[in-house]
């Protein structure tokens, strides 16, 4: 039986309101105009989260998973409405202190991976500790367990282009999760790992976001990610259809 949530005036399902709201996206659009032709990819989303959740933005390929993310993440700017992050509105920050913002708060997992080809597996996953200045024996005992966490210890000191698709994945994942941001943002995280592999990276994953309180935003077509989120919001052609709590953990 799949509990759901209270439904709101906006008509999104929101988790109880004694959860304290960490991220507040408001009544947001994004219009694209690829060959003049307007594409409106994210229409007047209301989005509510809280500290810790662990969430899958789900639906068919178009239907604004993506850009949803980016936005939340600052990577793209809606055209309206606006995107609180700690009570912070990101779409009125400058670049820099976007930039900085995001250095400090937000791990990111992207579909193509953008591993840094000179540097080894070790060095991109900790690339964004050594840009926080966090010590160097910090640095080695969180990617130490990492690493150990996903099997990819033997592979620490291999660059990118000696490892297979999948490994290649781990590491950008291990990289969002390095610096122990307040939320990691992933981009169909598993779509290249086997099941082992997967599974894997959601206990740490999972186990991160219980016992250091990250908050998690996946946009996945994966089963695998939907069987163990604690939330599902559905989107078609750029609005939010369903927004329900699950009864997983």
Do not use: C, W
Request: glycine fraction near 6%; charged fraction near 25%.
């Amino acid at each position: 039986m799949e509990k759901r949530a209270k439904q709101s005036d906006t008509g999104i399902e929101k988790l109880n309101s004694k959860d304290a709201t960490v991220i507040d996206a408001h009544n947001i659009s994004k219009t694209y105009n690829p060959g003049g032709i307007p594409i409106r990819a994210i229409k007047n989303i209301h989005l509510h989260l809280s500290k810790g959740e662990f969430v899958a933005l789900v639906g068919p390929s178009g239907s604004g998973k993506t850009t949803l993310l980016n936005m939340i993440g600052g990577l793209d700017q809606p055209d309206s409405g606006s995107i609180l992050i700690n009570n912070t509105d990101i779409t009125r920050l400058s670049q820099a202190k976007l930039v900085k913002f995001r250095l400090h708060h937000i791990g990111f997992v992207f579909q193509s991976y953008n591993l840094i080809p000179v540097l080894t597996a070790q060095e991109n996953a900790e690339f964004i500790m050594l840009l926080q200045k966090i010590k160097k024996f910090k640095r080695n005992e969180r990617i130490d367990m990492l690493f150990q966490a996903v099997g990819l210890s033997d592979k620490k000191n291999v660059r990118p282009s000696q490892l297979s698709g999948g490994q290649q994945q781990r590491v950008a994942v291990l990289r969002a999760l390095a610096s122990k941001p307040q939320f990691v943002l992933a981009d169909e995280p598993t779509a290249n790992l086997d099941s082992e592999a997967a599974f894997n990276l959601l206990d740490i994953m999972l186990k991160l976001n219980k016992e250091e309180g990250m908050t998690y935003i996946f946009s996945t077509h994966d089963q695998r990610v939907i069987d163990r989120v604690k939330r599902v919001i559905k989107l078609v052609d750029g609005e939010v259809v369903s927004d329900k709590i699950t009864d997983i953990l």
